[in-house]
């Protein structure tokens, strides 16, 4: 097996960028009045998954940083996962767009939290 060099090449990584992009793309059609709202707060959190996996990926040679950034990520996933709730609650998306987007995030925090229970296979 290639050694990663690169966070884009993490799994983890290409998945939570995908689905940010399908949750900006879900959001284009929110109301305006969520703009600052709804809208604002889960597009920063579903960024900002794969924005701690990057910055992990590059502190993996310090084993505690690497988990508290993997730490981070998981909890920003968590958060994500959250918001569809809220969106089907008020009607801005559809049970299959929100069953999409669960199943993708609860396959993400398992990605992640396989990485914090075993990150001695990513150290360097």
Known sequence: MERIRSHRELKVYQLSFEAGMEIFRLTKQFPKEERYSLTDQIRRSSRSVSANLAEAFRKRRYPRSFVSKLSDSEGEAAETQNWPDYSL???????????????????????????INNPEKWSI
């Open 89 to 115: 609650a008020c009607e801005y998306v559809s049970k299959k767009e929100h069953s999409s987007l669960n199943t993708k995030y609860d396959y993400i925090l398992g990605m992640i939290v396989n990485m």
